[in-house]
């Protein structure tokens, strides 16, 4: 119940609803109402309708567009807040009459200029289309990353950043929803929103210079920059895991498929993928080669990071922790003495199941009353990772990547798979010790820190998931790109 009124509270046309309610009670206290009440309300309205539909505005509006970061609008930060309050503006007109005029200019150019960056994108789109043309015909990039998704999405371009702006080819990133910009790291790449095929057209059609086309994630709005066939399109993922998503035949559409290492390969031949020649390319994980410490032995453990991944969009693919196992471990951790937990949930985690944003919001009250730290898409899951001494997670490419760093990991096992399963269809989970709803946690952790049964495993599936050590990820991703 308090979830379902917390989302009502933060409904951005709510503040429409209270200037009603104020129109009505003002209307019944004085037994009328006059046309000037009316107007203020039409316009109090209008103003709370743009400045809370902002980003949907924005959306629409953003054709062929060169993003740059902006200063946050000093206004649109408090926009809700300001809304809500101008609804009071119908109630005291019915009472002051013209004396209200000062309160409704105030609340006008408060909303004009939260507004503003959307009028001047409403006026000035041709100008806008033909900046991107003019920097596009300067830059002449020659690889472009393809990222489209759902909101949250940015974090499947974030993590291949540091990657991409390491090489020596002009590199644009094309986003076709323009709110993921929002959720980017800032990076001196070429960054552009192409909503429609039109804006895609100029950017990938055969006059221009971009030569080959990179997609971190294996979506159906792909096929909108597939068709263009004098490319070459090439599937870099956005993570390593056993996942059933990856051994999709969508991924039969791309030219190249440059997958971490022999695992990735043997996960596409075993679901009989009619892989062509040359097709699938290793080149590990260059991003986590660049980002994370190897740690040869293991001291005392004392940080634990629980990095659960999310429920997926169909009920066979929910690898997810976020549930009675999630909140049980994350419990028995906080209230051993010994150990500090660090908490960093998926960005997709409740978007699809509600029971998962039901343990979601549960667990996250559980770290905040014991002060836990709570990591969001903004934070960095390498820097969690080196920070940490074990991995809490689930099936998912947290798991393959933590295998860079050496350090122990602990798998939750939510299908309550047994033993031969389990590793059958999830080969890495070989390098993890297993917990589920029955297991406690602190005794898995405490057998781990006496002995680490798994230190060879690891060291094996490591090699097969990400490839030897002793090769350099991000030379040998430049040299095939």
């Not at 050590?469 to 030379?475: G, H, K, Q, Y």
Request: one cysteine or more; hydrophobic letters at 40%.
């Amino acid at each position: 119940m308090k979830g379902i009124l917390r989302k009502i509270g933060k409904h951005k046309l709510l503040p429409v609803v209270f200037s009603v309610i104020s129109l009505l009670v003002g209307s019944m206290v004085i037994g009328s109402v006059t046309s000037f009440t009316i107007a203020v309300f039409a316009l109090v309205c209008g103003l709370q309708f743009l400045t809370g539909k902002s980003a949907k505005l924005e959306y629409y509006l953003s054709g062929l567009e060169v993003k740059v970061t902006s200063n946050e609008n000093p206004v649109g930060k408090y926009g809700q807040k300001i809304n809500f309050a101008a609804s009071l503006v119908p109630l005291l007109t019915s009472q002051l009459g013209l004396y209200v005029l000062p309160i409704v200019l105030l609340y006008i150019v408060t909303s004009l200029i939260a507004a503003w960056p959307i009028i001047l994108k409403l006026f000035n789109r041709k100008k806008i289309r033909a900046h991107a043309v003019k920097v596009l015909e300067t830059e002449r990039p020659t690889v472009a990353v393809y990222v489209t998704g759902m909101k949250g999405v940015a974090y499947q371009i974030n993590q291949w950043l540091p990657v991409l702006e390491k090489l020596d080819q002009p590199v644009i990133i094309i986003l076709r929803e323009a709110d993921i910009f929002s959720g980017m790291l800032p990076t001196n790449i070429l960054t552009v929103t192409a909503r429609t095929q039109i804006d895609l057209e100029a950017i990938l059609r055969g006059a221009t210079s971009v030569k080959k086309v990179l997609y971190p994630a294996n979506t159906m709005k792909n096929v909108q920059a597939l068709r263009y066939h004098h490319l070459d399109h090439i599937f870099i993922n956005h993570g390593e895991s056993d996942k059933a998503v990856n051994q999709s035949k969508l991924l039969m559409a791309y030219d190249y498929l440059f997958v971490a290492g022999p695992l990735s390969e043997e996960r596409l031949r075993a679901a009989g993928l009619p892989l062509r020649e040359g097709q699938v390319l290793h080149v590990g994980r260059p991003q986590a080669e660049m980002a994370l410490k190897y740690q040869k032995e293991i001291n005392r453990i004392n940080t634990i990071l629980y990095a659960p991944t999310w429920e997926g969009h169909v009920k066979k693919v929910d690898y997810s922790s976020i549930g009675e196992l999630g909140y049980k471990l994350c419990k028995e951790i906080i209230e051993h003495d010994g150990f500090s937990l660090i908490f960093k949930p998926h960005p997709y985690t409740g978007s699809i199941s509600s029971t998962h944003k039901y343990w979601l919001s549960k667990i996250l009250k559980l770290c905040e009353d014991h002060g836990v730290e709570v990591l969001d898409e903004n934070n960095s899951l390498h820097c969690a990772m080196n920070s940490s001494d074990i991995l809490v997670c689930d099936i998912s490419s947290v798991l393959n990547e933590y295998l860079v760093t050496g350090k122990p990991i602990i798998l939750c096992n939510t299908q309550s798979l047994d033993f031969e399963q389990l590793h059958s269809e999830y080969p890495s989970a070989a390098a993890a010790s297993l917990v589920n709803v029955e297991s406690n946690i602190v005794d898995v952790i405490q057998l781990i820190e006496r002995e680490d049964p798994l230190q060879a495993s690891r060291q094996r599936l490591r090699v097969s998931s990400l490839g030897d050590r002793t090769d350099d990820p991000l030379s040998m991703f430049k040299s095939l790109l």
